[in-house]
């Protein structure tokens, strides 16, 4: 499913570098098929985290990506709140 979102959104904007999904998305499939077409994917792991999981989770770019993720947004009064989870930065 999460590839075919990325697929499709990829078909409307071409520059799409990278994309963040909830934790439900993760799987090895996932992470193969999306990372064959994006720089960065963002797709937490469920669970205990190996020390290898947790090398990338707490990655600085995997982090960078994830406070992009629109549910790890706090709105502010001077910023307007996007919806977005796809990034084309």
């Known amino acids: 499913m999460a590839v075919s979102i990325i697929f499709d959104a990829k078909q409307k904007f071409k520059?799409?570098?990278s994309c963040s999904f909830d934790?439900?998305?993760h799987s090895p499939t996932n992470q193969k098929e999306l990372g064959e077409i994006l720089d960065t994917v963002v797709l937490?792991?469920?669970?205990k985290l190996s020390e290898k999981r947790k090398a990338i989770e707490?990655?600085?770019e995997f982090l960078d990506a994830r406070k992009k993720h629109s549910a790890e947004r706090i709105k502010t009064t001077?910023?307007?709140?996007?919806?977005l989870k796809i990034s084309e930065r």
Do not use: A, D, V
Request: hydrophobic fraction near 25%.
């Open 44 to 47: 937490p792991f469920k669970g």
């Open 58 to 60: 707490y990655s600085e």
């Open 78 to 83: 001077k910023e307007k709140m996007l919806p």
């Open 23 to 25: 934790k439900g998305f």
């Open 15 to 17: 520059k799409i570098k």
